[in-house]
């Protein structure tokens, strides 16, 4: 294998992994500005609108643990096509949708089919090709897909909404759906296998291991025998409950609670975005940094989890006490896109750090399956609840810094390695 082609191999492995991940937070990020008019247009109550977010990040978790069985046996193509499909189907479908249970269809399961094919793919795939004292770095440029996509896709739904002169949430979801097919069937043409299928070692593979033998490899089973896979899931758990709450409600929390125009809370939701262009590779750099200062690298990752629960935690406290103080509220933004940076990829680090990468999309597709099938379909859901019932979103986000503090908790308990059992005995 030429050096020329191993180079664009891993090139075309960072672009249709950035692609995917522009097209899940598509999704995520729009949500929050396409719900008030969708709920009003439709006279549903906030509950019945969350719910559909909340049904599609529940099939979005199924779909995830199918898309890790696919990448471990056949790469990332076969994924991706399906995600070309279904994410352009999910838009385009729900713009037409005139009752309840189409939207429930539409927006919930074949929106979650289509986000479900692309976190797992891109996140184990970047890990599969990038380890060690790379990884970090590789995962932070990727990860920029995620703020670019909630700062651009956030202005044109509120500038095609403001044009249409109605509010018009179907044209948005109809461009939408054009502009996630259009980037998906790209990521298709681009896709790669494993870098074993070419005779290839990921990038930061060390040749000193090589030299003291191949690593373990843990098979599904195996790995959820110990608990560090149970202390990362339930890290990851918690702090999606909290993000996901904090991205669905946090522009309603601002015009409502705080009484901003829709505008002002748009530009600076789309502010988070903005950060996060700068964050993502920064922190992406400093994980890795972290990790040439540790004795392992989970331990190293390990330390990046706790100090992201912790800034999560911190945002929320700013949102609520901050008042009248802007400043503050921006703070609070720039902290949110700290731990955005951090988590993420940090949970898939840490398990292909204690596990390794030949079936992290088997370990890490049913890890996604757990979390994303309980902690954005609660957090979603309850971030509606809890308005309905008390009539503002404070307890909302009351909610999500308990869930973040929770998440700190487990990232503390994390073990910095496992020891190795056959049988009853240790190794």
């Known amino acids: 294998m030429g050096t020329k082609k191993e180079y664009w191999y891993r090139i075309s492995v960072i672009v249709t992994s950035w692609l995917a991940v522009f097209c899940l937070f598509g999704y995520r990020a729009t949500f929050a500005l396409l719900k008030d008019p969708m709920s009003i247009q439709q006279g549903w109550s906030q509950a019945q609108v969350s719910l559909g977010y909340s049904l599609m990040m529940l099939f979005y978790a199924f779909t995830a643990f199918v898309s890790g069985l696919l990448l471990d046996r056949w790469g990332t193509r076969p994924a991706y096509i399906v995600a070309a499909i279904f994410s352009f189907l999910g838009f385009f479908l729900t713009s037409y949708i005139s009752n309840f249970q189409l939207y429930l269809f539409t927006f919930g399961l074949l929106g979650g089919i289509a986000t479900g094919m692309l976190w797992v793919t891109s996140t184990v795939s970047v890990r599969k090709w990038f380890v060690g004292k790379t990884y970090g770095t590789i995962w932070g440029v990727v990860f920029i897909g ?7 896709l956030t202005q044109l739904t509120q500038y095609i909404m403001v044009q249409s002169g109605t509010d018009d949430w179907r044209l948005a979801m109809r461009i939408l759906g054009f502009l996630m097919l259009v980037a998906m069937l790209l990521a298709v043409l681009l896709a790669k296998r494993n870098p074993e299928h070419y005779g290839l070692h990921p990038s930061g593979y060390s040749e000193e291991k090589e030299k003291r033998g191949k690593e373990r490899t843990f098979t599904l089973q195996e790995s959820y025998g110990y608990y560090a896979i149970w202390g990362v899931i339930l890290t990851f758990l918690f702090s999606m409950m909290a993000e996901f709450l904090i991205w669905t409600q946090i522009v309603s929390y601002w015009t409502d609670d705080l009484l901003w125009s829709r505008l002002e809370a748009v530009r600076t939701y789309s502010l988070i975005g903005l950060l996060g262009i700068f964050s993502m590779p920064l922190f992406g750099i400093l994980s890795d940094k972290v990790v040439k200062k540790s004795r392992s690298e989970s331990e190293g990752r390990k ?68 979390v994303m099938g309980i902690g954005p379909f609660t957090g979603t859901l309850m971030g509606g609840w809890l308005k309905d019932i008390s009539g503002v979103y404070r307890y909302s986000i009351l909610f999500s810094l308990f869930s973040f503090l929770l998440a700190m908790i487990f990232a503390l308990s994390l073990p910095r390695k496992i020891n190795l059992r056959v049988g009853s005995k240790r190794l």
């Not at 995620?146 to 651009?152: E, M, N, T």
């Open 146 to 152: 995620a703020p670019i996509s909630q700062l651009f």
């Open 303 to 370: 330390a990046m989890l706790i100090f992201g629960t912790a800034i999560g935690l911190i945002a929320c406290i700013l949102q609520l006490y901050a008042g009248d103080f802007r400043l503050l509220i921006f703070f609070a933004c720039l902290l949110f896109a700290i731990y955005w940076a951090i988590i993420p990829g940090g949970v898939v680090g840490y398990a292909g750090a204690v596990f390794g990468e030949k079936n992290l999309g088997k370990i890490w597709g049913l890890a996604t399956l757990i």
